[in-house]
């Protein structure tokens, strides 16, 4: 995506394009997996700092613009939500973490299946992760 169109993907989203969230969103649209606070400031050279990668993050989280993910690692990773402006738990993909290259593969086509709650409860999020050893691992 352009700059000028990674601006107006932001506002639609009701997020003042700054530098630093520009910077991020375009990190993001080009990882394949889920990544880690650490992996974006890797993506980015450590030209911003933990604290503000964090804070875009949190805000993209608010504003439904990434998904994020507990793998079990006791590192949050974070992912491009699919492009509708609405998500609900049913919009959800199962993730697999590697327990050996400790990375997470996203599994889009695979939805998490839908699980009745007691009445009353409404769900925001449904975390769904496999884990075991991915093919390259594996062999």
């Known amino acids: 995506m352009t700059h000028n169109e990674l601006e ?3 506002s639609e989203k009701g997020v003042k394009p700054t530098a630093n969230r520009i910077l991020v969103v375009r ?3 080009q990882v394949s997996h889920p990544v880690s606070l650490a992996d974006v400031e890797t993506l980015l050279h450590f030209s911003m700092d933990k604290a503000s990668i964090f804070r875009v993050l949190e805000l993209f989280a608010e504003k439904d613009i990434v998904h994020v993910i507990e793998d079990g690692s006791r590192s949050l990773k974070y992912e491009m939500c699919p492009g509708s402006s609405h998500h609900s738990p049913d919009d959800q993909h199962v993730h697999f973490y590697c327990e050996q290259c400790k990375q997470t593969f996203c ?3 695979m939805k998490v299946p839908l699980v009745e709650i007691p009445e009353g409860f409404r769900a925001h999020a449904i975390n769904y992760m496999i884990k075991g050893v991915c093919p390259k691992c594996a062999r």
């Open 107 to 109: 599994f889009e086509t």
């Open 27 to 29: 990190e993001l649209m």
């Open 8 to 10: 107006d993907f932001l």
